[in-house]
């Protein structure tokens, strides 16, 4: 069955520093998504990527954040100068469709969780 | 912003016994989508609902939408303990992304 991957599983980093948090979403799907979760928290969402672009952010997806799809497969999240309250799971998501009413199920990757210290 | 309410936070139960979450949205959603989150796993989905007073079921669970298209809710009869984990209902006010509610975390005890 096809999955979302995630890589790494668990990172930890200093604060200050950068991290590129990676993402393999399924292979036929057209909308890419980042959560976040602090620890015992909601699932927050950050931000939403179709046809290469940003398609919606939360407010939290401020200029310390970032995604790319570098080539057809890979989809990733980097955080420019990590904080302490950046320390969460951080989940990526992919679905076939993305907008309603044609939005449908978001599967979700094991998630990486950061540390920062 | 936009939210999506969830309640109750927190529920413990006796094996056997039925729950149930409740979702609630201060706008109209689009759709509503259910998903179980395991103690260290990920959000899984476990349907969506569409339609006005919309109401699915899959084997021991019932899933309603509100006629208001505001609410949902999730019943589990004679829950079990496999049932543990978190569900969370994310909604989709307008065209807006999913949003997801706090969750409800379910612990059944044998």
């Known amino acids: 069955e096809p999955e979302v991957t995630q890589t790494p599983s668990h990172q930890v980093t200093q604060m200050g520093q950068e991290v590129i948090l990676r993402c393999v979403p399924i292979s036929n799907h057209l909308y890419f998504y980042w959560y976040r979760q602090i620890l015992g928290q909601k699932v927050e969402f950050l931000v939403s990527?179709?046809?290469?672009?940003?398609?919606?952010k939360s407010e939290i997806f401020d200029d310390q954040f970032s995604v790319e799809r570098p080539d057809g497969s890979n989809f990733t999240l980097k955080i420019r100068s990590t904080k302490l309250e950046d320390s969460a799971m951080y989940f990526c998501a992919s679905s076939p469709r993305g907008r309603p009413p044609m939005n449908t199920e978001a599967f979700f990757g094991q998630g990486t969780r950061l540390t920062v210290v | 912003g936009q939210q999506v309410m969830q309640i109750p936070q927190y529920q413990h139960v006796q094996e056997g016994e039925d729950f149930t979450t409740y979702c609630n949205s201060s706008t109209t959603l689009s759709n509503i989508q259910w998903y179980k989150q395991r103690p260290g796993g990920h959000p899984v989905f476990l349907i969506q609902?569409?339609?006005?007073?919309e109401v699915k079921k899959q084997k021991r669970l019932t899933f309603q939408f509100g006629e208001a298209k505001k609410n949902s809710s999730l019943h589990i009869t004679a829950t079990q303990t496999t049932d543990v984990g978190t569900y969370f209902c994310a909604g989709t006010p307008g065209y807006s992304t999913l949003t997801f509610g706090k969750g409800t975390m379910l612990l059944v005890s044998p």
């Open positions: 990527f179709y046809n290469n672009e940003i398609s919606e």
């Open positions: 609902l569409v339609k006005s007073g």
